[in-house]
């Protein structure tokens, strides 16, 4: 059994930032882009109990805890290879009294599961982007399962957020644009009203790579378009080491979306 601080063969341990570290599986799919924007999407909600579906390395908890964004998070995951991972990453960054992982199937949980044993404030997700039928079939299941939607498709996650969310509750995505028709569909039919959208672009040439998206369960029809977020400049093209433009690095400097 491996310790928070013993690291398996197939793992490896990253700084995230001055405040947390993160143990990854090599063949999993590593923290990036679209889990530190969605982390930074959230709303700062200090006294509010969150769940994360299909939380992986549980890398969106940690980072919402650590900034004081929540109070409490419950990390679901399916795989318990990756459950047991989350529990160590707890465990690294002394967050055990905040953040319970549980290994559960976002298909089926429900909110007597969660750790509090009813409806929560927040739910965020970054859901697996592909369609079984679609990309190349990965070597490692642990990557196939996070990137295709062999374990529940987006409609399975919208419907997860539905059930555990109390009425008034927000839901937090990072999707793909290219199947933002998806994603509009499947919140529509869980009564979850988009609110707040912002497109990412890695720079002003360059189509929308993510969009992410607040929506509140039972809401009033209301949704604000923020501008679109350009992570680098064009000038920089080539360049291998690309600087963040200043919008972008002071949301990655303070985890928060300034409108």
């Known amino acids: 059994m491996c310790t928070p601080f013993v690291l398996g063969e197939d793992e490896r341990l990253d700084e995230i ?7 990854q599986k090599k ?11 969605l982390s930074a999407f959230v709303r700062p ?30 990390a679901i995951e399916i795989q318990p290879a990756f459950a047991a991972l989350i529990a160590r990453n707890v465990a690294l960054n002394d967050l055990t009294d905040r953040i319970t992982p549980l290994c559960a199937d976002v ?14 404030d927040i739910v965020t997700a970054n859901p697996p982007y592909m369609r079984t039928d679609s990309g190349a079939r990965n070597r490692a299941d642990e990557k196939y399962i996070a990137r295709h939607e062999v374990a529940g498709g987006i409609d399975d996650f919208c419907a997860a957020a539905a059930r555990l969310l109390r ?7 990072v999707w793909r644009p290219d199947r933002l028709s998806a994603l509009m569909a499947s919140m529509a039919r869980h009564r ?9 672009h890695a720079d002003e040439q360059s189509e929308p790579s ?13 949704l604000k378009i923020l501008p679109p977020l350009f992570l680098h400049s064009s000038e920089s ?18 985890m928060r979306f300034c409108e």
């Not at 930032?17 to 143990?23: F, G, H, S, T, Y």
């Not at 909600?45 to 998070?73: E, M, N, W």
């Not at 009425?167 to 995505?173: E, P």
């Not at 993510?210 to 209301?222: F, H, I, K, Q």
Request: include cysteine.
């Open 107 to 120: 298909r089926e949980v429900c909110p007597q599961q969660l750790p509090w044993a009813k409806e929560a």
């Open 17 to 23: 930032n001055a405040q947390l570290r993160l143990i």
């Open 27 to 37: 063949n999993g799919l590593t923290f990036g882009t679209d889990a530190y924007l």
């Open 237 to 254: 093209r080539g360049d291998r080491s690309r600087p963040l433009t200043p919008r972008a690095q002071s949301i990655y400097d303070s």
């Open 45 to 74: 909600a200090p006294h509010d109990r969150a769940v994360d579906l299909g939380s992986g390395t549980g890398v969106i908890p940690l980072l919402l805890t650590a900034r004081q964004k929540i109070a409490y998070a419950c």
């Open 210 to 222: 993510m969009v992410l998206t607040e929506a509140r369960l039972d809401g009033a029809p209301s």
């Open 192 to 200: 979850l009203e988009p609110k707040r959208m912002v497109f990412v």
């Open 167 to 173: 009425s008034g509750g927000l839901f937090y995505s």
